[in-house]
């Protein structure tokens, strides 16, 4: 149950995480219990981001020097644990999610390796909480893994609060390949954000065919 890209074959999965950074013990526990709860069906397996994104979000959140950043679906915490140990020992980062029990899991993991006094979560909905932020330069890196269709709304929103050269990283953004054949409103609301970002002369954007697609974003 371990996420992977669809891209990829189970064997070269293993290699490209064989081949990479490891997790530590912190991190692939949570992984493990994550895929737990998926084999039980109390979550959905496409919910977790995969090992090697997480990996890849710890290495950019220490390369770019990021010391505020912002999460908008927080899930288990996975994904906010690899930012968290990413930031200097003065770094935040703020994660806004919407469900109290599957954030639970998450508090458990992140005090668990030493960085819950980084991590402040903002429980409700996110875009609301995101547009209670000061319109201030306030974040060097944010991650988006929430509602498909609420994505446009979570990129105009960042904008003004992320800093010069800050980067967002927006997740799903190939939907399984069905961004070529939208079906659902979720694949139509990303095709149509792909576009128009690749076209948006505030940002440098990257699609990357990594995971589920992972959408880097540079603010000019």
Not at 12 to 38: F, G, K, Q
Not at 149 to 168: A, D, F, K, Q, W
């Amino acid at each position: 149950m371990t996420p992977r890209s669809f891209l990829l074959t189970a064997e070269l999965a293993d290699y490209v995480r064989a081949s990479s950074e490891p997790l530590d013990d912190v991190m692939a526990d949570l992984v493990r219990e994550t895929a737990e709860m998926a084999e039980r069906g109390e979550v959905s397996p496409t919910m977790q981001i995969a090992p090697e994104q997480g990996v890849l979000m710890r290495l950019l959140t220490r390369a770019v020097g990021a010391r505020r950043a912002i999460e908008i679906g927080t899930f288990t915490g996975f994904s906010a644990l690899c930012i968290a140990e990413g930031l200097p020992d003065d770094g935040s980062l703020l994660c806004l999610d919407i469900s109290e029990e599957w954030t639970a899991v998450a508090r458990r993991y992140w005090a668990r390796a030493g960085v819950a006094d980084r991590i402040e979560l903002r429980l409700g909905d996110a875009l609301a909480s995101l547009r209670a932020l000061p319109q201030e330069e306030t974040f060097d890196l944010a991650f988006v893994d929430a509602d498909k269709t609420g994505y446009p709304g979570y990129v105009e929103e960042l904008h003004p609060r992320m800093t010069r050269n800050g980067v967002v990283l927006l997740d799903n953004t190939l939907r399984g390949g069905q961004v070529l054949e939208p079906g659902d409103e979720s694949d139509h609301a990303l095709a149509s954000l792909n576009a128009s970002l690749a076209a948006d002369p505030r940002w440098e954007t990257a699609l990357l065919p990594l995971a589920d697609g992972l959408t880097l974003l540079r603010k000019r």
